[in-house]
Each structure stands twice: as C-alpha cells, then as structure tokens.
C-alpha cells in the first residue's frame, strides 16, 4: 500500500446548469483522505455532501479541479473505465439498500461480480463467503422481502464487499434503520475499517458522525470543518450495553 | 459480462414476471403461428397445382377435332375426325415439338369374369405415354409392332386394374372388351385426380389401330386415318405461344381452310392455364403471408412497448448496476437480450403452434398444406431480428439513463 492519499481533491467544483440560473453545489474543495481512514460528511440538504460523494463514487464529474482516486486522476478516464473502478475499487451502501427485488441474498450480492468477468464457482464462493462474515449465511436464498431492515443493509454491505473494494462509500446507510440496528451496521463498518478498508459514511446525525475517525462539515457547497473526533464511539461495546441479546 | 451471463440475467428477470413475459410472446407466438400456417396452406396450394401440372404432362398442347359445320347444322365438338394421323406426322416438323401422339377415344365395358367396369377406352401410339409423362408399374408399354399388327393387348389404367382384378395380377391376364379378348400387357402408374376432378387412371389403352378396329366404329368409315386429338409435346423452353400458332396456321393449311373461315379444330395450352392459376395461388399466398406478418409486427410492438415499461419500473436497478460497475454496452446487453430471448422463446412456440394448426386444417378442412424447413428457419431469424429491432430502443433507452438520477429514481 502507497503512502500516497486515496483521494486528493483539489479546487473540486461541480455545477449544473437549470434553465438560465448555474447551481454552484461544490466550490472549491480541496481534501485528502488517507488510506485506512474512517471519514463521516455530515452537513444539510443542499450543502453539497450528496455530490460531493457522487464525486467520490466515480458516479459523476467535476466541473472544474482535480480529483486524485487512488493515484490515478480520475478526469482522465472514459465512461467504461470509471465503471471499472466503481466495479473493482469502491463498495456502495445506500440508505435505501437497493436490492433487487424477489431476488435472493446470494444473487444479490454476486451481483457486482457479473461485471467483473469472474467464472460462476468463483463468483458464488465470494459471494458465499461475504454473506458469511455479515452473518447472514443462513439466509443466502431469502428474498429481500422476507428480510428485515437491518438484514437487508447487512446483505447490502455484503454486497459492497465483494470485490473488495479500497473504499467502503456509505450514504445514510443507517437513515432507514432503527438506533439499534443502526448501531449493528456501524459496528461492521468500524470492523471493516479496523481491518484496513477506507470507509466515507454520509450521515446528518452526529450521533452516527461520531462512530468515524474524522467528520467533515459541508455547507453551501464549501468544507466548513475537518476535525477528528474527540471522543469515538465504539459500536461493539454499546451493543453489549443495549439490553437484550445481540441479532 | 459475458452473453451467458447477460442470458441468466435475462431468463430471471423473465422469470419474476413470468405472466407479463408470457403474455408479451403472446403476440409473438400468434404472430409467428400465423405466418408458418399461412404459408403452409399456400404452399400446400401451390404444391397440389404443380402436381397437377405435372400430372398432365409437362409442356403439353392439345389439339382436338372442333364442331363442324353441315349446312346451318351445327354438329357437336368432336363428333367428326378433322384430325389424322398424318396431321399428326406433320406437326412433328414444326420447330419445338419433341413429339406428337394421336390418340382416339371410345368407351366400352372392360370384363373379367364377373368383374367389369366401364371405362374410357384409348388409342394410343407409342409416344402417348412420353407425352403425358405416364410410367407403367407393371408390365410393358404399347409397341410398334402391336399398332403394326392391330394386337389386342391392353394396358389398364389403375383404377381400371383394381376394378376387374380383385385378388389377381392382371399382367398376363385376359380381359374382354366389346366381346373381344385382351391380352393386359401392363398397367399404368397412378396419376390421381386432374384439376377438373377427372379420375385420370379411370382409363384402358389399346393400340391406335386396334381401338379403330375393334372398339370404335362408324364415323372413322369416311376418315381411316382420323384420330379424336392430338397431343404435341413442346421442348423444354420452348414458346408455346409460338409453337401454338405454327401448330394453328399449320392445321389450316392442311385443312384447306380459307382466310376468316373457322378452324375445324381447337388448340388448348392447359398447363398455360394450369400455370396462370398456380401464379394466382403464389399471389394469394403472398398475400396470406404478409397479413400474417403484419401480427407478427404488432407483437414486436407489444414487447417494445413493455421493455419500456421494464425500463422504467427498473431505473433503480439499473441505477445501481451502473454504479457497482456495469458499463453502458453491459445495460444495453441486457435489455436487447431479454427482448430477443421473449421474441426467440415466442417464435419456437409460435413455430410448434403453426405446425400443428398447419397439420389440423389439413386434417380437418382436408386442405393441403406443406412445411417447408426454410419457413421455419426464416421465422426463427425473423422472430429474432423483431426482438433486435423492437429491443434496441428500450435498451438505449437504459443504458443511457444517469447512475446518479436513476438511483435516486421513486
């Protein structure tokens, strides 16, 4: 692993055109975010986190600055080529868990798989292993349907694991969720950033914000603050503090 | 992602909507059913009339004796000999005639013992059976030596055969007509029913001079010679217009008949006719075919239609297999794969449908029809290329969809 950051934006600014009027979402956004991180962007609606995080997904481009993904600058690749590294290098979780419906758990989460051009064995075998380590084993040949919330994120996550990715990009993955099982995906984010994954969680409850390492404040399209959290939650020991048996 | 792939991503989606999927190919299926019957029911048609064609000899041009004329009387077609045997000869000459055959015609009772059966007697010469592309299945054919010698030898006609020989091999056998015995030297081939719905194996030949002899009688005491047609067999490729009209001005002359007097005989070109009605049944069947196509076009319509409809109901998940890493041609696969496995899955339905509603009004409705192995195929890649065609656009219409919108799509 480099020493280099994962991702470097420098003067970042992304604009959309409605009509005859320019939304300016993000100006001028210059970052770094290291490897092994554990990143929290909190900030309303409208501040610019949503694109910001577009941005970072390799969903959409900037209107101007640069944006350095894992020392490859990112304004230079084509359409395919950033699916490539949406597909190889990032792990999406979204607040609504996005799973295909009357599909099963293990479907699901090979899905990503398809387009990386593995042999079916292989692509089950992972698929297989990541359902495991969210545990959820038992249920690889449920529906969506027949899981509940936090299982559906849990097989969500799973999902974004599967190829493992450099960078773990959670938008209000706990946004659906009750505080309990909020808690639950937070502590297998903070696993999986304990064992080295780059983690960006989008979140506007500072409660959330405080399970990261460092939060970073977006308003009016600009950074308002970058600080490391003083006091960290740590998600595993409050389960063991909420009563009753873990799920 | 590979096309196997793509298919299994295709087949579960199908899969999920398993009534909507069906009731898309409906269109296809009726579509393809449709056309494979219709053309099945042309060519059956066409088929029939061709054979007919050939039934009645190839390239064949008849010329019989026409109504004469005694005074104001007026006598009834062939009831005079204005055709003989030279006339005959001579139209041999005539470029394009590979040969002629005289023949003259009476009926008479064909006994065998209790068996009989009345039937058209022929005299024939030895080219007769060249000329209505006649084979024998038993036995020989009419020889020169027994037009020479007035043999009484018979060949029967197969109707005629099964008639007076129940359980016995006529060849080798004797029948008796108008009192005289025959020697059956062979028996024709079956030819079936000619287009007038004539049993065209209801039929005995004899030898040209024995049926002058033995079986008809008095008109032929004024012409010794006179036969009741002439058949003139034309070359492959011949003009029959052309040889019609020499065969016409040739007769005339023979005839001694003078310019604006009638012809004492007629000239019919039947496989021109039969090849006119074979051209209107290609017509019709055409026709059949391109309304059955039509079907086949709105189904392609119905599976557009619902492909949209799939769009637009999975924009999320489209959304989401753009940002895990599908790339644009990867959607684009997707969608036209499912548009064609719905039209290809339709057009093998709507091919097994087809062949057996063919294989119904054949039975039922006693029509014709035939199945060629091309129309299958063609309906098969037809019904594959609607898919293409109708899939494209919903398909683009996916791929170009934005990861950003379409995951935020409700």
Redesign the interface.
């Known amino acids: 692993m480099s020493d280099e950051a994962l991702i470097r934006t420098r003067n970042l600014a992304r604009e959309y055109h409605m009509g005859d009027s320019v939304v300016r979402a993000l100006r001028n956004v210059s970052l770094e975010i290291g490897r092994g991180e554990f990143v929290a962007i909190m900030g309303p609606s409208g501040s610019g986190k949503s694109t910001f995080m577009n941005l970072l997904g390799c969903l959409d481009r900037p209107t101007a600055g640069e944006h350095w993904f894992d020392g490859v600058d990112v304004a230079t690749l084509d359409t395919d080529q950033l699916a490539r590294v949406r597909n190889a290098k990032i792990g999406f979780v979204f607040q609504s868990f996005n799973l295909l419906p009357r599909t099963s758990a293990i479907d699901n989460v090979e899905m990503p798989l398809l387009y990386s051009g593995l042999a079916p064995d292989t692509r089950r075998q992972r698929a297989s292993e990541r359902l495991a380590r969210v545990g959820l084993a038992e249920r690889a040949h449920h529906h969506p349907s027949q899981l509940s919330g936090g299982q559906q994120q849990r097989v969500a996550i799973a999902r974004a694991l599967v190829n493992d990715p450099l960078l773990i990009l959670a938008d209000e993955p706990t946004g659906a969720l009750d505080t309990r099982t909020g808690v639950e995906i937070m502590a297998i984010l903070q696993e999986l950033n304990a064992r080295g994954t780059t983690v960006v969680l989008v979140t506007h409850e500072s409660d959330i914000a405080r399970f990261a390492r460092r939060v970073i404040a977006f308003r009016d399209g600009e950074v308002r603050a970058d600080d490391r959290v003083a006091e960290r939650h740590d998600a595993a020991a409050q389960l063991s503090a909420f009563p009753g048996e873990a799920a | 992602?590979?096309v196997l792939?793509n298919l299994l991503?295709a087949l579960?989606a199908l899969r999920?909507n398993v009534l909507r999927s069906a009731l898309t190919m409906l269109g296809i299926i009726i579509g393809v059913g449709a056309v494979i019957t219709m053309v099945a029911v042309g060519s059956g048609a066409q088929d029939r009339v061709s054979a007919q064609i050939r039934s009645l000899g190839a390239n064949l041009i008849i010329v019989f004796n026409a109504s004469s004329r005694d005074g104001r009387a007026r006598l009834g077609a062939g009831t005079t000999y204005n055709l003989t045997e030279e006339d005959a000869e001579a139209l041999t000459l005539i470029d394009g005639v590979v040969l002629t055959a005289p023949t003259v015609r009476g009926g008479a009772q064909v006994v065998n013992g209790a068996d009989n059966w009345w039937t058209a007697i022929q005299g024939v010469t030895t080219d007769f059976m060249a000329a209505r592309d006649w084979e024998l299945v038993a036995g020989r054919a009419i020889t020169e030596e027994d037009i020479r010698a007035g043999a009484k030898v018979v060949v029967l006609g197969e109707t005629v055969a099964k008639a007076v020989f129940v359980n016995s091999d006529p060849v080798g056998s004797m029948v008796r007509i108008k009192n005289v015995p025959f020697d059956v030297v062979g028996v024709l081939a079956k030819k079936g029913q000619n287009s007038f719905g004539q049993d065209q194996d209801d039929v005995a030949l004899v030898p040209l001079s024995t049926a002058r002899k033995r079986v008809i009688g008095a008109n032929l005491q004024t012409r010794p010679t006179g036969v009741a047609q002439i058949l003139v067999k034309l070359q492959d490729g011949a003009d029959a217009k052309v040889v019609e009209e020499q065969v016409t001005s040739s007769l005339r002359q023979r005839h001694n008949i003078q310019p604006g007097a009638e012809d004492d005989f007629n000239v019919r070109n039947l496989s021109e006719i039969m090849e006119a009605r074979e051209a209107s049944q290609r017509v019709l069947s055409y026709l059949l075919a391109a309304v059955a196509s039509v079907s086949l076009l709105v189904g392609g319509i119905g599976i557009m239609n619902i492909m949209l409809v799939s769009v637009t109901e999975r924009t999320?998940?489209i959304?989401?297999?753009?940002?895990?890493?599908?790339?644009?041609?990867?959607i684009l696969l997707q969608f036209l794969v499912e548009a064609v496995t719905l039209s290809l899955i339709g057009g093998i339905v709507g091919i097994g449908i087809g062949i057996l509603a063919s294989a119904l009004i054949a039975n039922l409705a006693g029509w014709p029809t035939l199945i060629e192995p091309l129309s299958l195929v063609l309906a098969f890649g037809f019904s594959g290329a609607v898919g293409v065609f109708f899939g494209f656009y919903p398909a683009r219409k996916a791929a170009q969809l934005d990861?950003?919108v379409a995951?935020r799509y409700e």
């Open positions: 992602m590979n792939a991503v579960r999920i999320r998940e959304g989401l297999r753009m940002a895990v890493g599908a790339r644009r041609r990867d990861p950003i995951l």
